[in-house]
């Protein structure tokens, strides 16, 4: 993914939290997926990428999880949705933590590349 993209905004941590804090007040009950778009149009995002960490060991199993989607924020709707995973046969030895970041971030960014929101 190239960030120097016109195209790609990179929004930070700090940012999205005033922005959420503000949109929490004007809510009743806690932030969730279901505001994701609300909260990406509100950024002037046209589309928001959200990735949760569904599985992680770096001990027993070696195994990371991570759920991916893609939300329309003009409409709500997902546009991509995956899981990625990285197992223990991937890895090889030595630090454990960083091959299973490494490797889960560099299959999000190549799902992100080639993603077409035209495409059928």
């Known amino acids: 993914v190239d960030l120097d993209?016109?195209?790609?905004?990179?929004?930070?941590?700090?940012?999205?939290?005033?922005?959420?804090?503000?949109?929490?007040?004007t809510m009743n009950g806690t932030f969730d997926d279901a505001h994701v778009a609300e909260a990406g149009k509100l950024m002037g995002a046209r589309y928001v990428l959200a990735c949760r960490m569904t599985r992680y060991d770096e001990v027993l199993?070696?195994?990371?999880?991570?759920?991916?989607?893609?939300?329309?924020?003009?409409?709500?709707?997902?546009?991509?949705?995956?899981t990625i995973r990285v197992t223990r046969h991937e890895l090889d030895k030595g630090n454990t933590r960083a091959q299973l970041v490494d490797l889960a971030a560099k299959r999000i960014a190549a799902r992100i590349a080639g993603f077409d929101p035209y495409a059928k």
């Open 5 to 25: 993209d016109p195209l790609i905004m990179l929004i930070d941590r700090e940012n999205t939290e005033q922005l959420l804090a503000e949109q929490q007040r």
């Open 61 to 82: 199993t070696r195994q990371a999880e991570v759920q991916l989607q893609v939300i329309d924020a003009e409409t709500g709707r997902i546009q991509l949705a995956e």
